[in-house]
């Protein structure tokens, strides 16, 4: 058994290091292919999938210890022999420099408060010029409606105004992940969101996900459940590597961090922090 990493390439982006068996199970899924380039974590030289093994799939796996037919042997006990690792297990992932270790809890949560911020305020902007060019007179008495109820002191719109600004952002993410395959808080944390078989997130997958994440993430945008389960979900990313919306689903990777990048980042997002901040005070 060849213990080598091994990366492949899908279309422009290089993956891996991924196991031997991986790139079998990746070729039975029909997500790469007999001409599919592939080398060596040691080695430079690119070659097709099946100059590199020939049929995966046609590999013996070694007998087993006790001495059963491998016939006997169920899938995912021969993908461990072949492996030497868990089934399913590809080793660390690096997919064009980007890595899921360190886990970096700062950058995630970061990442959330700049698309709250950014995106409800876009959201808001959207939904405005499409109803005032679609429907201007009801638009206008709608937005009156939210500023009369603003106003009030009751505990009900002060409930629901968080829960629509955190619906709001949901779908505005979703909409960018499925189509721009990042946000604006991702792209400046380096966070990237992908599925099991490392591609860029569809619209739908990535509402599903905004969704999971509304409802087991932020509690519907109620605000002491939001504090209570975003404190809940650091603690778990800290400690089991993964959020309970990401697990078995999604890949989530990080930029290698430059202290420039750092910066930068730090910068705008104490910016915008204040600017928003501001701006709420003065419609307020």
Do not use: C
Not at 22 to 34: C, F, G, K, S
Not at 74 to 98: I, L
Not at 202 to 215: H, M, N, P, Q
């Amino acid at each position: 058994m060849d213990g080598a990493g091994w990366y492949y390439r899908d279309g422009e982006t290089t993956v891996g290091p991924v196991s031997r068996q991986r790139l079998a199970e990746l070729e039975a899924e029909r997500t790469i292919h007999e001409s599919t380039p592939v080398r060596r974590s040691d080695g430079e030289t690119w070659t097709a999938l099946s100059d590199a093994f020939g049929a995966l799939a046609d590999d013996e796996p070694p007998p087993l210890p006790d001495g059963q037919p491998n016939a006997a042997r169920t899938p995912n006990e021969a993908a461990e022999a072949r492996s030497g690792q868990p089934a399913g297990s590809a080793g660390p992932t690096v997919v064009d420099g980007w890595a899921p270790e360190p886990v970096r809890p700062r950058r995630r949560f970061g990442a959330r408060f700049i698309d709250t911020t950014v995106n409800f305020y876009l959201a808001s902007a959207l939904f405005g010029y499409v109803g005032f060019l679609l429907a201007p007179q009801s638009t206008e008495r709608a937005l009156a409606w939210l500023s009369a109820q603003s106003t009030l002191s009751t505990i009900v719109p002060r409930l629901l105004e968080p829960v629509g600004v955190t619906v709001l952002v949901g779908a505005l993410n979703g909409l960018l992940m499925g189509t721009a395959g990042t946000t604006l808080g991702k792209f400046l944390f380096g966070v990237r969101v992908l599925d099991r078989d490392l591609r860029p997130l569809g619209a739908v997958a990535a509402w599903r996900r905004e969704l999971d994440i509304w409802v087991r993430g932020l509690g519907f945008g109620i605000p002491l459940v939001t504090i209570l389960l975003n404190l809940i979900a650091w603690r778990r990313l800290v400690k089991a590597r993964t959020t309970v919306w990401d697990e078995g689903r999604f890949v989530v990777l990080y930029r290698p961090a430059g202290k420039g990048r750092i910066l930068t980042t730090l910068g705008i997002v104490i910016f915008a922090a204040s600017y928003f901040t501001a701006l709420y005070f003065k419609l307020s």
